[in-house]
């Protein structure tokens, strides 16, 4: 998995800290990526445009969409706890 959010996304007058994150594992299929601090809020934007196919003659491409109608908060926030995120750290910066 590579990380594509580099700079800070939360900053305040004290800290500023990289909390929001994006993974992916194709980078290649990733056009930009970054963040918007638009001032609204301590929290910034964060992006990530994909690239995306123009060529019509392959056929039709089907899109799913992450319905949350059945979402279960707990077993996510638990899943997200016990996560091993020990891979993360090893992580280096592709800029």
Not at 44 to 60: E, N, P, Q
């Amino acid at each position: 998995m590579h990380q594509l959010i580099s700079e800070p996304t939360r900053i305040t007058e004290k800290s500023s800290t990289l909390i929001d994150v994006i993974f992916t594992n194709c980078p290649d299929r990733v056009v930009c990526s970054g963040v918007s601090h638009i001032g609204i809020s301590d929290h910034s934007l964060v992006y990530a445009f994909r690239k995306v196919s123009t060529d019509l003659s392959k056929g039709h491409n089907t899109v799913y969409e992450r319905k949350f109608k059945n979402f279960d908060s707990v077993g996510f926030r638990y899943d997200i706890f016990y996560q091993n995120w020990n891979g993360i750290e090893n992580c280096e910066s592709e800029e």
